[in-house]
């Protein structure tokens, strides 16, 4: 099974908004709707912030929703502020019964 | 509140076995599938295994074959041995709790991790 793909990096401003992208086939993402986003911080537990393509967890802040299109999930972070500077990761249910990762995404806010 | 602990890392000659242990806290991993995640140094995260309620169990490809996932439920901990360990396996690993309904394909919950570096 691949990993689904994502850019390398993003940035932007405080007060902006960003999207970063995860690509998948249609046997993961295009299949199922079972695609979730994880917040990473270096030496942390994974914070999980999207579940089933666009569900926020109880406590995640609402600047932050996801959404799908074919075999391509996104995840958008509005407002941007410093504390959103991380690594995102995706993650979907794939055909086989098992779980793919996106390789991650660094956000930079400038 | 729900905690979970990884331990049992540590530094492993190539071929040679390690078993990581997982207590939970705050809720009884049989009720939930449980799974072990891996992050590689300087890469993205993989799915190492699953291990739903009923006892089930399932591998990614790379660790077929040499990594067994169990779990004690008098001592609500999870567990992975790994065996015939490589180079590559070298990451930190996670374990981390399913979503609590029937269709919820997430990790809710994680730890924070226990290294495992493979080297001679």
């Known amino acids: 099974q691949s990993a689904l793909t994502q850019p390398a990096s993003v940035s932007g401003s405080p007060g902006q908004s960003i999207t970063i992208s995860c690509t998948g086939t249609s046997s993961d993402i295009g299949r199922y709707n079972y695609v979730s986003w994880y917040q990473l911080h270096p030496g942390k537990a994974p914070k999980l912030i999207i579940y089933n393509v666009n569900n926020r967890p109880s406590g995640v802040s609402d600047r932050f929703s996801g959404s799908k299109s074919g075999n391509t999930a996104s995840l958008t972070i509005s407002g941007l502020q410093a504390e959103d500077e991380a690594d995102y990761s995706c993650i979907s249910f794939t055909r086989s019964s098992t779980w793919v990762f996106g390789g991650g995404t660094k956000l930079t806010v400038l | 509140e729900v905690q979970l602990v990884e331990t049992g890392g540590g530094l492993i000659q190539p071929g040679g076995s390690l078993r990581l242990s997982c207590a939970a806290s705050?809720?009884?991993?049989?009720?939930?599938?449980m799974t072990w995640v891996r992050q590689a140094p300087g890469k993205g995260l993989e799915w190492v295994s699953v291990?739903?309620?009923?006892?089930?169990?399932s591998y990614a490809d790379s660790v077929k074959g040499r990594f067994i996932i169990s779990r004690d439920d008098s001592k609500n901990t999870l567990y992975l041995q790994l065996n015939n360990l490589r180079v590559e396996d070298t990451a930190v690993y996670f374990c981390?709790?399913?979503?609590?309904?029937?269709?919820?394909?997430?990790?809710?919950?994680w730890g924070q991790g226990t290294l495992v570096t493979v080297s001679s």
């Open positions: 291990l739903y309620g009923g006892g089930s169990t």
């Open positions: 705050g809720f009884t991993v049989s009720s939930y599938f």
């Open positions: 981390a709790r399913g979503g609590p309904g029937n269709w919820d394909y997430y990790f809710d919950y």
